[in-house]
C-alpha cells in the first residue's frame, strides 16, 4: 500500500530558529502534498497544499513566509518553519494521495514540534 | 464551506461491544469519506475509504456507511476490543477540490 514516511518525529528548537520536516512518499508519485498542524485535542487544520514544481498554495491565515513549503520531486515536499516561536509548537502532520481518486489520502506519522 | 462534525465527543466501552461513531457533514458534493485511526501523538491509519457512488465499505471488524443526501456517514465496530482504543476521524472532501476537512473525532475508550 502506499507509504508516507515524515521526519523528524519530534524536535527541540530554540526561539528564533528554523526547522525542517520532511514528506516523502515511498512507494507512490505524489504531485500533490497536504500540510496539517494539530494542536492538543483539536482536529487536524490545512495549512497549505503542495505542489510538485510550483508554489504551494497557502490557507486563510498561515503565514506563508513563516511556513516555508518546497516540493522539488514527486516524492518530497519539505515544510520549514522559519524563526519559529513557542506559539508554533504542534503537531505538524504531511499527506499525500497517489493518482486516482479511487485511492485515499496517506498520512505521515506527524512531528511534534516544541520551541522553547 | 464543508463542515464535518462527529457524534459523541468520547465513548467508553466495555470490551466485546459492538459500537456505532456517527460523523455528518454540510455538502453532499464529496469526492469520498475517509475514516482514521489516531493514536496518541501518532499519525492518522486510513481504516476505510468510501467513494461518492458507493454506500459502505467493510474491513474486518469495520463496516462504514455513506448516505451522500442525508449528509451522513457511520462507523461500525463489532465486536470491541481494548487495542480499538483511538480517536477516530472523519474526513471528507470539500467542494470540488482535493481537500480534506476533518471532523474533531471520537476518543473511543474500550476497557477490558
Known amino acids: 500500500g502506499a507509504v508516507v514516511s515524515q521526519h523528524p518525529s519530534w524536535v527541540i528548537c530554540k526561539s528564533g530558529t528554523s526547522v525542517k520536516i520532511e514528506c516523502r512518499s515511498l512507494d507512490f508519485q505524489a504531485t500533490t502534498m497536504f500540510w496539517y498542524r494539530q494542536f492538543p485535542k483539536q482536529s487536524l487544520m490545512l495549512m497549505a497544499t503542495s505542489n510538485e514544481g510550483s508554489k504551494a498554495t497557502y490557507e486563510q491565515g498561515v503565514e506563508k513566509d513563516k511556513f516555508l513549503i518546497n516540493h522539488a520531486s514527486l516524492t518530497l515536499s519539505t515544510l520549514t518553519v522559519t524563526s519559529a516561536h513557542p506559539e508554533d509548537s504542534s503537531f505538524y502532520i504531511c499527506?499525500?494521495?497517489?493518482?486516482?481518486?479511487?485511492?485515499?489520502?496517506?498520512f505521515g506519522s506527524g512531528t511534534r514540534l516544541t520551541v522553547v | 464551506k464543508q463542515e464535518v462534525t462527529q457524534i459523541p465527543a468520547a465513548l467508553s466501552v466495555p470490551e466485546g461491544e459492538n459500537l456505532v461513531l456517527n460523523c455528518s457533514f454540510t455538502d453532499s458534493a464529496i469526492y469520498n469519506l475517509q475514516w482514521f485511526r489516531q493514536d496518541p501523538g501518532k499519525g492518522l491509519t486510513s481504516l476505510l475509504l468510501?467513494?461518492?457512488?458507493?454506500r459502505e465499505q467493510t474491513s474486518g471488524r469495520l463496516n462504514a456507511s455513506l448516505d451522500k443526501s442525508s449528509g451522513r456517514s457511520t462507523l461500525y465496530i463489532a465486536a470491541s476490543q481494548p487495542g480499538d482504543s483511538a480517536t477516530y476521524l472523519c474526513a471528507t472532501t470539500q467542494g470540488g477540490s482535493e481537500k480534506l476537512v476533518f471532523g474533531k473525532g471520537t476518543k473511543l475508550t474500550v476497557n477490558p
Open positions: 468510501i467513494q461518492s457512488s458507493q
Open positions: 499527506s499525500a494521495r497517489a493518482a486516482g481518486r479511487a485511492y485515499g489520502y496517506t
